[in-house]
C-alpha cells in the first residue's frame, strides 16, 4: 500500500499511530473518530494514499460501499440510532481536514439537535435547465 509519510491516516494504516478499528478489508480501514459527532461516529479510508475523492482509484468503490453498509447496519445496531449521515468532504472549502479520503459514517437520533446545511432554489426552472444542460454539456466531452 503505498503512503505518504506526513499523512495521519496513513500512519494509523501503517500502525504507526494508534486507532479503535472497526472493520478492514485488503483495501480499506475503518476506525472510530476521535472527535466524535455521536458515539460510534466511524471514518472509512482506503489503505492506499489518495488525497480525495477525484483521484481515488474507482476500482475501490464496491468495496467502500460494502464496507458502508456493514458499518453503518453495525453502528445502527451498536447504538440504537435511527439512522446515519455518510459523509465526505473534497477541499478546504468543503470542510476535508485531513487530506486522505475518508467517510464519516454518523449514527443520527431524533431531537439530536444537527441539522444539514441551509439549502436554496433556483431563481427560475430556466436557470435550472441552464445549469443541467451547463453540465450535460461538460460530461459530454
Given at each position: 500500500?503505498?503512503?505518504q509519510n506526513d499523512c495521519i491516516f496513513c500512519m494509523i494504516v501503517e500502525g504507526k499511530l494508534p486507532s479503535s478499528k472497526v472493520y478492514e478489508t485488503?483495501?480499506?480501514?475503518?476506525?472510530?473518530?476521535?472527535?466524535?459527532?455521536?458515539?460510534g461516529h466511524t471514518l472509512i479510508i482506503p489503505k492506499k494514499h489518495c488525497e480525495n475523492i477525484?483521484?481515488?482509484?474507482?476500482?475501490?468503490?464496491?468495496d467502500v460501499l460494502c464496507a458502508m453498509q456493514r458499518v453503518g447496519e453495525?453502528?445502527?445496531?451498536?447504538t440504537g440510532c435511527t439512522g446515519v449521515n455518510i459523509m465526505q468532504n473534497n477541499g478546504k472549502t468543503a470542510g476535508q481536514m485531513v487530506?486522505?479520503?475518508?467517510?464519516?459514517?454518523?449514527?443520527?437520533?431524533?431531537?439530536?439537535?444537527?441539522?444539514?446545511?441551509?439549502?436554496?432554489?433556483y431563481a427560475s426552472m430556466?436557470?435550472?435547465?441552464d445549469m443541467a444542460a451547463r453540465l450535460r454539456e461538460e460530461l459530454a466531452k
Open positions: 500500500m503505498s503512503a485488503e483495501n480499506l480501514y475503518a476506525f472510530l473518530d476521535l472527535n466524535p459527532v455521536h458515539e477525484f483521484d481515488a482509484d474507482p476500482a475501490i468503490g464496491q453495525a453502528i445502527k445496531k451498536v487530506y486522505h479520503l475518508h467517510w464519516h459514517i454518523i449514527p443520527r437520533f431524533a431531537g439530536d439537535g444537527l441539522s444539514l446545511w441551509p439549502q436554496q432554489k430556466d436557470a435550472m435547465n
